[in-house]
């Protein structure tokens, strides 16, 4: 029996009185069950298929460290250093962090489910559906910054769940430390906070919270480890917003917002959006989730702003657990409390999610090295999530470009330096050791050249004749896969050159650019 104060519970709307809630144990032995079921599927298909294009970033620029780069905080990098110090080029260690991170997902969808009433069934019925939907394995699969994005989206907002249910204030300076963290990974953490605070504004039951200092106290310590990460984009020019304005041009047309939407509601399953917009519905209408509401608020918030501005359905991914848990304790857990009525839904809900998990794992080879890379690269599921695509061919791409330095003469081979069109192919050269130095005009890898003005002849990896900033190229071999995996690296050329057209520092004001 938790005991909530009165007096502030009559200063958020409730009735001046001592307010109890029986709230149902956490289901631990079930959930624990479920997680490890997930954390031990993720752990046998790390090794497969290989290493993302961004996760052979997130590894480069991890022997960069520092407090940000320009594509994001250094949150990710730095998780990428300690795998990367623990078991070099291993990728069972280095997707370890992102396998975690969907286990705590999973377990905090289960609290939520519990912090809304859900007993047993509830609680296990949430994580069993969020822990085996597309997304939650999709992205525990991979090293990403999404996934982290997710993982501290939810816990954000199940600590200002139990901060408004339970009248402990005190929660909202732990629900600013995560948010703090989250802004050190990914900016995007602005807009959950956003919707917070325009979700707790807006529902009259917990306006008044807004008047005490605990929320602002929250801010001032998610804004204070926050500005390392600002000072670093003040001092480097902002080059978020650059990145920021070619996601826009990307997503923001009628196209790009009505895939935004597509993407939202497909993005855990078609079947499991039913769910969640249930959930959605239920935290809007019934009067016992009124302190809560502002979950409810805070995604439709946050959906305005995507579409309004651009962007990519995955960035609302931490938001939908706690809709996935309203949806699921609502179908079991009624206000009427009837006992016999919820044992019947209960039986009803396991039937449920199974079929909600099943109609997940169709879309699974889509997210997950389920099938032999030459199968999925023609497959439906590659049209369908062509992310995959992205972890295929890179130790042959290396192997080519080494077979390209092979070719030259031993001075040659003793002074040549790489360069590559963007990030994902120098993170391959790097990861697989071709061997000599590795640059890129893209992201975070512009602030790591050039090259020194001596390093000749250059060897570039680029999908068009480089001669507008190279002199005396010529096109050796084209980069391909024995998989027939279609991804953008397929048909690049690599070109042996004598060098840049005048100095490196010349040409390298041309050859950065950024680009999500």
């Known amino acids: 029996m938790l005991q909530v104060r009165a007096r502030q519970r009559a200063r958020i709307g409730v009735a001046g009185q001592t307010v109890r809630v029986t709230r149902p144990p956490y289901a631990v032995r079930e959930v624990a069950v479920v997680v490890a079921v997930l954390e031990l599927g993720l752990v046998l298909l790390a090794p497969y298929y290989g290493p993302h294009r961004d996760e052979l970033y997130f590894v480069a620029a991890g022997q960069h460290l520092a407090w940000g780069y320009p594509d994001q905080p250094a949150l990710t990098p730095l998780l990428a250093r300690l795998a990367d110090l623990v078991a070099p080029g291993n990728l069972v260690v280095l997707r370890i962090p992102s396998t975690l991170a969907s286990v705590g997902v999973v377990l905090l969808s289960a609290q939520a489910a519990r912090l809304l009433g859900g007993r047993r069934a509830s609680q296990v019925a949430t994580a069993v559906v969020v822990g085996f939907s597309v997304l939650v394995p999709g992205l525990g699969h991979l090293l990403s910054t999404a996934t982290f994005d997710m993982l501290l989206w939810t816990a954000v907002l199940v600590v200002v769940m139990q901060a408004l249910l339970d009248d402990r204030p005190r929660l909202w300076l732990l629900a600013g430390a995560l948010a703090g963290l989250g802004l050190n990974n990914k900016h995007a953490m602005v807009f959950c906070l956003l919707g917070v605070l325009v979700g707790v504004a807006a529902v009259e039951e917990t306006r008044p919270v807004l008047r005490t200092r605990w929320p602002w106290l929250g801010g001032l310590i998610a804004l204070a480890?926050?500005?390392?990460?600002?000072?670093?984009?003040?001092?480097?020019?902002?080059?978020?917003?650059?990145?920021?304005?070619?996601?826009?041009?990307?997503?923001?047309?009628?196209?790009?917002?009505?895939?935004?939407?597509?993407?939202?509601?497909?993005?855990?399953?078609?079947?499991?959006?039913?769910?969640?917009?249930?959930?959605?519905?239920?935290?809007?209408?019934?009067?016992?989730?009124?302190?809560?509401?502002?979950?409810?608020?805070?995604?439709?918030?946050?959906?305005?702003?995507?579409?309004?501005?651009?962007?990519?359905?995955?960035?609302?991914?931490?938001?939908?657990?706690?809709?996935?848990?309203?949806?699921?304790?609502?179908?079991?857990?009624?206000?009427?409390?009837?006992?016999?009525?919820?044992?019947?839904?209960?039986?009803?809900?396991?039937?449920?999610?199974?079929?909600?998990?099943?109609?997940?794992?169709?879309?699974?080879?889509?997210?997950?090295?389920?099938?032999?890379?030459?199968?999925?690269?023609?497959?439906?599921?590659?049209?369908?999530?062509?992310?995959?695509?992205?972890?295929?061919?890179?130790?042959?791409?290396?192997?080519?470009?080494?077979?390209?330095?092979?070719?030259?003469?031993?001075?040659?081979?003793?002074?040549?330096?790489?360069?590559?069109?963007?990030?994902?192919?120098?993170?391959?050269?790097?990861?697989?050791?071709?061997?000599?130095?590795?640059?890129?005009?893209?992201?975070?890898?512009?602030?790591?050249?050039?090259?020194?003005?001596?390093?000749?002849?250059?060897?570039?990896?680029?999908?068009?004749?480089?001669?507008?900033?190279?002199?005396?190229?010529?096109?050796?071999?084209?980069?391909?896969?024995?998989?027939?995996?279609?991804?953008?690296?397929?048909?690049?050329?690599?070109?042996?050159?004598?060098?840049?057209?005048?100095?490196?520092?010349?040409?390298?004001?041309?050859?950065?650019?950024?680009?999500?």
Request: net charge negative; with cysteine.
């Open 225 to 516: 480890m926050w500005i390392p990460n600002l000072v670093w984009q003040a001092l480097h020019g902002w080059p978020v917003f650059a990145l920021a304005a070619d996601i826009a041009r990307e997503y923001g047309g009628v196209g790009g917002r009505l895939g935004l939407v597509l993407e939202v509601l497909v993005m855990f399953s078609p079947l499991i959006a039913a769910v969640w917009i249930l959930g959605l519905v239920r935290l809007m209408q019934r009067p016992d989730w009124v302190l809560v509401r502002p979950v409810a608020v805070a995604f439709l918030v946050v959906l305005g702003v995507f579409v309004i501005t651009g962007g990519k359905g995955y960035y609302l991914a931490g938001l939908v657990p706690v809709l996935i848990a309203a949806g699921l304790t609502s179908l079991v857990h009624k206000p009427s409390g009837r006992r016999r009525l919820e044992q019947a839904t209960t039986r009803g809900l396991a039937i449920t999610s199974a079929v909600l998990v099943a109609s997940a794992a169709v879309a699974y080879p889509a997210v997950l090295p389920l099938l032999p890379a030459s199968t999925y690269a023609g497959s439906v599921w590659a049209d369908l999530d062509g992310g995959q695509l992205d972890t295929i061919g890179w130790p042959e791409y290396a192997g080519q470009v080494s077979a390209v330095i092979e070719q030259l003469t031993e001075p040659e081979r003793a002074s040549v330096v790489i360069f590559t069109g963007n990030y994902g192919e120098a993170g391959a050269m790097e990861w697989y050791g071709v061997g000599r130095p590795v640059y890129s005009g893209h992201n975070g890898y512009q602030e790591w050249g050039p090259p020194p003005e001596d390093a000749t002849p250059v060897i570039v990896v680029f999908p068009t004749n480089p001669s507008k900033w190279f002199r005396a190229c010529e096109d050796r071999l084209k980069l391909n896969n024995e998989a027939d995996a279609p991804n953008e690296e397929v048909g690049v050329g690599i070109w042996v050159c004598a060098g840049p057209r005048g100095s490196w520092a010349d040409a390298w004001d041309e050859l950065s650019h950024y680009s999500a």
